[in-house]
């Protein structure tokens, strides 16, 4: 299954393992996907993890760790 055009926006988290996972096949990568108003409190991991992604844009993403 091919996943394009993903958008997450205006979620606020006290505590997250990260920012994002996106984790697309090889053979179908993850293509355009876009974070907007993102703050997280605290992240116990890493802050970003992309495979087989394409494009990911970040605008207003706010986190601490």
């Known amino acids: 299954t091919n996943i394009k055009n993903l958008s997450v926006k205006n979620i606020n988290c006290g505590k997250s393992r990260y920012i994002y996972k996106i984790v697309g096949d090889k053979r179908a990568p993850v293509e355009n996907?876009?974070?907007t108003n993102v703050k997280v409190d605290k992240i116990t991991h890493s802050a970003r993890v992309?495979?087989?992604a394409k494009n990911i844009k970040e605008e207003n993403v706010i986190y601490s760790y």
């Open 50 to 52: 992309a495979e087989n």
């Open 33 to 35: 996907a876009s974070l």
